[in-house]
């Protein structure tokens, strides 16, 4: 079968492989039609953001065993398919989940049990929107911690053998190097167009980029944090996972961040 990617020519998808959250979406389905799943698609980004669809199994599970460890992939496998590839990627880290969309529900349970990274086994689209939303709240909890603990790092977490904590460390180092550069409109624009970039088609958080720009103010920064918005996920995905080019353009908003708690502190 040849490779191939699923056509995109009237509903856009976020396939550059540089998601800037840590969330991505894999769909394997060898005969899934784009015009049925549009709809499906825009409930889904507003979930998670960076969709990727394949046709052809091989390059999929490439693709998914090529990807970091620090990222976390949710899959949506048709049943044929999924017995063919979920014992391959099952024990990889960055996959987090799977679900089994299908028209034989009955038939596809019975291989499925086995795999305890498969959620649910389900033949409407509807209800897979439904159970991905439920268990990404549960997910984003547990893999996507609010990385506010880089400014009041744990003592005991990065120890070496030396007695130094090199994560407490590290995060001092680079808070006081952050407080100390000056933040330019440049800078803030170049972050705004890598949002608008990786969020494009995605309305919902559009609207929110929109919003940010319109309301933003650094005694308004916390909240913004705390709000389920790009803001929190691209900020937690660069401090996650040390992408310095990222940090460097949200200082300004970082020093934000460490000014308020100063405050709250008092």
Known sequence: MATALLPNDDFYTNTDDKSLEIFSLI???ATVNVKDTRDTEV???SIINHIKKFQDIKQCQQYIEQTSQKDRLVIIVSG???QEIVPHIHQLRQVISIY?????KKSNEQWAYKFAKIKSVVVDLNE???????DHKIQKKVEEPLSINIFTTNVGAGKSTTGVNGQFVFSQILIDCLLRL????TDKNELINCCQNEYEGNYTELNNLHEFQQDYSPNKVLSWYTRET???KTLNAAL??????MIFLFRSFIRDIHQQLQKISI
């Open 43 to 45: 409930k889904l980004r």
């Open 240 to 245: 996650r996972t040390q992408n310095i080019h």
């Open 128 to 134: 897979l929107v439904s159970q991905i939303t439920t």
């Open 80 to 82: 044929q398919l999924g």
């Open 100 to 104: 089994v969309y299908c028209m034989d």
């Open 27 to 29: 769909w394997l389905d």
């Open 182 to 185: 000056k933040s330019t409109e």
């Open 230 to 232: 790009f803001f929190y």
